[in-house]
């Protein structure tokens, strides 16, 4: 303000000295005042020019909006307004964009203040608060979004406060990117509670709505979990764009979505596993055999503590009076569309598990394993006489590891039904190893020993004969050459033996031949001749095998024999003289038979 009066001063002071005039004759030293005195009137009002233009001019930097706040002026703010359209006293609609902007005095009339331009990162929106505009309609606690064709209009200050904007929080968003906006009309709040609504991949969304959208019919529709049972959860759902429980889910994706307008609740629908193990004592009977093969029996016990992640722990049920903790595993699915009638009725797929589900799952395992079963009838060897025949039978404790199929079975039949009337599907209900009590199943376990302990031995009197085997071929593979050289022994044996056989069989014709040769020799000659002869022929054999013997018998014969009629005279006549001659050839070979 000073500047602006010492300029205005300057300028008056300037002009009047230029515009001074003398009426005396103009000399050479009333020449010099004069030019003097003009000069520096063009001096002065210089100065009270640039002084006044010094208070006219605004510089924005390019990152920059500036605002202005009118300080001097005749009209004041309508009651109930802040923000200046016609120049009224109080904070201007008007905002000044990057660079230079010449306003007459604007320094002096207003106020200047230059606000950074509002950066939205990607992932974030950012929530308006407009602190002017039309008052908010009766049961409205926000106003309604601005179609976003509108949007870049109506975040200009003179076309919000003309155009119908609602004075107090804004439906409508920043969305990631720059904007330059009023600061004195728009109050912005972008903090890590600002982040845009992520829906991931197999979930989905499930929108509670406080705010409605003008020109939608809002009527609620009583939806169910389930069309064929009248016991399923229902929840009234709308439309979107209406205040309450949208029927229609958000997919996955990106929203912008003003928390203070909406609540997304986040729903799986993917296959869930709840899991429903530990939380006991289980008691363990450890078999062992030592080295003479007796059984030997030592009791234990493990604590089975319920995992983290476990819905709950394992379910205790009463067979034969006997209570033993039988774990469990569910595959649960929630279908999108079912997704908001889950979020209405409980609150979501959390609530359903802990509130509805587990104990209608523990209820009905006990129910189930605790009365009774269909089992296929079977003949005595194990095997089903019939596919479908079935005998229905008060439930035993081994059924529960012998025929868990069916136990299986029914308990998932009957949870499927109260899953459905939660809008949960129920996939599949698996039991897990059932602490059985270890006094039942001893006797089973030492005979399964028995029996293997009996395959055992059997096995190894098996492998000792087999031992035995390969000993005894090796022996005989040792041994081979011997056994080839006895082998041709024996062949060698025989042959001889067959030629022994076949040379007595010759010799006995021969003899059989001789002896009716001499049998017709005797009838011929008589028994006594026949008898000389045989001897005679020896004789003769051993002198052709040993021909010194021909001398000693000459000496015992005489060569000339005179006697009787006697056959065996005339033979060793014979003998004797056949000695004789042959030793005379002998002794004289050139004397004559007839002198010798």
Not at 297 to 322: T, Y
Request: glycine share 10%; net charge negative.
């Amino acid at each position: 303000m000073l500047s602006v009066i010492i300029g205005i001063l300057a300028i008056v002071i300037g002009a009047a000295a230029f515009m001074r005039r003398t009426g005396a004759p103009v000399g050479s030293h009333r020449l010099l005042r004069v030019v003097s005195s003009r000069a520096v009137g063009v001096v002065m009002i210089l100065i009270g020019a640039f002084m006044l233009l010094s208070t006219s001019f605004i510089l924005v930097d390019a990152n920059g909006v500036g605002h202005l706040k009118r300080i001097y002026a005749f009209k004041e703010l309508p009651e109930g307004r802040i923000i200046a359209l016609d120049g009224e006293k109080g904070p201007q609609a008007q905002i000044l964009g990057p660079g230079f902007h010449f306003i007459p005095l604007v320094r002096v009339l207003y106020d200047f203040e230059e606000w950074d331009v509002v950066t939205i990162p990607e992932g974030f929106y950012a929530q308006l608060t407009a602190l002017d505009g039309s008052a908010m309609p009766a049961g409205m606690f926000m106003a309604p979004a601005i179609p976003d064709s509108d949007v870049g209009d109506m975040l200009k200050a003179e076309s919000f406060l003309t155009k119908g904007g609602i004075r107090g929080p804004q439906e409508t968003v920043l969305k990631p990117g720059q904007y330059r906006l009023n600061r004195y009309l728009f109050d912005i709040r972008l903090d890590e509670n600002t982040d845009a609504t992520i829906i991931p991949a197999g979930h989905v969304g499930v929108v509670k709505s406080n705010v409605s959208q003008p020109g939608i019919n809002c009527i609620e529709e009583e939806v169910s979990a389930s069309a064929v049972s009248r016991e399923a959860l229902t929840v009234p759902l709308v439309p979107r764009g209406c205040v309450g429980i949208w029927k229609d889910p958000l997919f996955p994706g990106a929203y912008y979505l003003n928390r203070q307008a909406y609540e997304v609740t986040l729903v799986d629908t993917r296959v869930q596993t709840w899991e429903y193990k530990g939380g006991y004592t289980k008691r363990i009977i450890d078999l062992s055999v030592d080295q003479q093969g007796n059984i030997q029996q030592n009791e234990r016990s493990v604590q089975e503590r319920i995992p983290e992640d476990a819905a709950d722990r394992a379910v205790f049920v009463k067979v034969e009076g006997w209570d033993i903790p039988l774990e469990l595993r569910a595959l649960v699915q929630v279908d999108p569309s079912n997704a908001p009638v889950v979020v209405g009725s409980v609150g979501g797929l959390g609530e359903i598990e802990n509130r509805i589900l587990t104990p209608a799952i523990r209820s009905i395992v006990r129910n189930v394993a605790g009365a009774s079963i269909r089992v296929p009838d079977k003949n005595a060897d194990g095997t089903a006489t019939d596919p479908q025949t079935y005998t229905l039978r008060p439930t035993r404790v081994l059924d529960l590891i012998e025929n868990r199929d069916a136990l299986e079975q029914t308990i998932e039949q009957q949870i499927k039904v109260e899953g459905n009337k939660a809008g949960v599907d129920i996939r599949e209900i698996r039991l897990g190893e059932p602490a059985i009590p270890p006094e039942l199943l001893v006797s089973r376990l030492r005979v399964q020993l028995a029996d293997q302990l009996s395959n055992a031995y059997e096995r190894e009197t098996d492998a000792q004969q087999k031992r035995i085997e390969t000993e005894q071929a090796r022996s005989t593979a040792d041994e081979q050459p011997r056994l080839v050289e006895a082998q041709i022994a024996v062949q060698v044996a025989n042959q001889r033996e067959q030629e022994r056989a076949a040379l007595g069989r010759a010799e006995r014709q021969y003899l059989e031949e001789l002896a009716r040769g001499q049998r017709a020799q005797v009838d011929v000659l008589g028994q006594d001749r026949v008898a000389l002869l045989q001897a005679l022929e020896k004789l003769l054999t051993s002198l052709e095998r040993k021909p010194e013997l021909v001398g000693l018998v000459g000496k015992l014969v005489p060569n000339t024999v005179v006697g009787g009629d006697s056959g065996f005279a005339g033979a060793a006549a014979l003998l004797g003289a056949s000695l004789g001659g042959t030793q005379g050839q002998a002794s004289n070979p050139g004397r004559p038979a007839a002198q010798q």
